[in-house]
């Protein structure tokens, strides 16, 4: 697999995340940490991407139906803490952090930029959710003519049925779709 422009994301895998899956996150993060080691290895840069607001929200709009019920819930929470990536899995000296404000890793962040600046063609996700950062990654990077690549093993949803679905049956149309151990041995 070459290399040399292609990225490896490491989206929404958050302290104030993790802990919202039904199940437990340890082989998620074992598998996630498999990835970065293999992207490190390879000199291939990994981004981390959270998703964070101001204090108070002023970016959520109440006629956003998933992040104005999110709003209220947040409210009194530490924005700082919550976006804060999970130690397990986190950046090191030089790994770049994007802050994005929606779903996608693109929508209200500078994610673009960087990849463009580093001549990044090709994407490798990883993130929580499957349904959520993922798809609306996937969907996006593809309209931008990205070639991309999901780590199935390195995903998680709150529903199982809906990551079944999508690392099978609907991403397969728009991305390689491997393991973490099928990918590092490219």
């Known amino acids: 697999m070459e290399t040399k422009n292609t990225a490896l994301l490491v989206m929404d895998m958050q302290q104030g995340i993790l802990p919202m899956l039904p199940i437990s996150p340890e082989v998620l993060i074992s598998n996630v940490n498999k990835a970065i080691a293999n992207a490190r290895a390879k000199n291939m840069p990994v981004i981390y991407v959270v998703v964070g607001f101001r204090a108070g929200m002023p970016e959520v709009s109440p006629g956003n139906k998933s992040f104005s019920a999110t709003k209220e819930r947040l409210a009194k929470v530490n924005m700082d803490d919550f976006m804060k990536v999970d130690s397990r899995v986190a950046p090191q000296a030089g790994d770049v952090i994007v ?3 929606r779903v996608s890793a693109f929508a209200g962040s500078d994610l673009e930029v960087v990849l463009r600046s580093q001549g990044i063609q090709h994407m490798v996700l990883t993130g929580i959710a499957t349904g ?3 798809l609306s990654t ?3 990077a593809s309209d931008k003519d990205y070639r991309l690549t999901v780590l199935a093993d390195c995903c998680a949803d709150g529903d199982a049925e809906i990551h079944n679905v999508l690392t099978t049956k609907v991403f397969p149309r728009q991305a390689d779709v491997l393991t973490v151990e099928e990918w590092s041995k490219q």
């Open 138 to 140: 996937l969907r996006e």
């Open 132 to 134: 959520g950062v993922v």
């Open 99 to 101: 802050t994005k404000r």
